[in-house]
């Protein structure tokens, strides 16, 4: 076990993780996996765990957390009447369908291959976020049939190999589709909730190398560091939602977008090994 002081100074770090995670969860809807997934990395690496399972550690408790702040997003959006429950309706069987896929895939992988797909699509979102126009369309509404029965499976499992809520694919996808941006962010938040749910049950039934096995978790889900983030990010989600309907969140989007692309060629560049 690591020494207290150390575990004390990780128990700081993981509080503040799970505060900036909770707000930028209900202001930008990028869910807050972006920035607790390679957070989770480096923290547990500093205690000194490793080995070829450690991403999937930090994905599955990157998702059991955004259960928690996706629902207490998702309630905070619905009393101002901000979230298209037609869109979670008719998304979320395919999104379900793509999470369950995404952890069967995940769990044979090995982290610097799960490194490699974070940074790079981290890398996309990211100069999405800094580069995007408002005004770009792929349509007037959102996408039926089989377009939708394609692209939703392929949401939830992208978001399941990053360890994120959804958010930073359905909020584009939406946009690009003309749904106004308050509207987006709300429901992607329920694309939190249908991703995390079905994928967290399957990773706690899966089997994690000793080396990736941090105390006290199930399966690869470490329930104290899940305790630690939700307790900030319960507080906190609401506080970004306040935000996001208060102000324009674009100015803060592109200096969190550098942030993301800067983590994201981080990840990259452990991956290969530099």
């Known amino acids: ?18 505060a900036l995670a909770g707000v930028l969860a209900g202001l930008l809807g990028v869910g807050g996996g972006i920035v607790l997934v390679p957070s989770f990395f480096y923290a547990f690496q500093t205690l000194g765990y490793g080995g070829p399972q450690l991403m999937q550690v930090c994905l599955a408790t990157s998702l059991a957390t955004i259960i928690v702040t996706s629902m207490r997003s998702v309630l905070s959006h619905n009393r101002k009447g901000a979230v298209d429950w037609a869109i979670l309706r008719g998304w979320g069987p395919g999104i379900v369908v793509g999470a369950v896929i995404g952890v069967l895939v995940a769990s044979q992988l090995r982290s610097s291959a799960l490194q490699a797909l974070f940074g790079v699509v981290g890398l996309l979102i990211g100069l999405y976020m800094a580069l ?33 809520g959804g958010g930073s694919f359905g909020v584009p996808l939406m946009s690009l589709h003309g749904i106004p941006i308050h509207r987006a962010v709300a429901t992607a938040a329920g694309f939190g909730v249908i991703i995390a749910v079905p994928s967290v049950l399957g990773f706690m039934l899966m089997p994690v190398d000793a080396a990736a096995q941090l105390p006290y978790s199930v399966g690869a889900v470490n329930i104290p560091t899940f305790l630690v983030v939700i307790a900030m990010t ?29 983590v994201a060629l981080n990840m990259l560049r452990k991956a290969m090994g530099w």
Do not use: N
């Open 234 to 262: 319960t507080l906190t989600a609401p506080l970004g939602v306040k935000i996001a309907h208060a102000m324009d969140p674009k100015p803060l989007k592109r200096v969190f977008a550098v942030f993301l692309i800067l």
């Open 132 to 164: 995007g126009k408002a005004e770009w369309r792929l349509g007037d509404e959102m996408p039926k049939g089989i377009k939708r029965a394609i692209l939703s499976p392929i949401v939830g499992f992208l978001s399941v190999l990053m360890g994120i």
């Open 1 to 18: 076990m690591p020494d207290t002081t150390l575990l004390l100074q990780m128990l700081v770090l993981l509080l503040a993780i799970g």
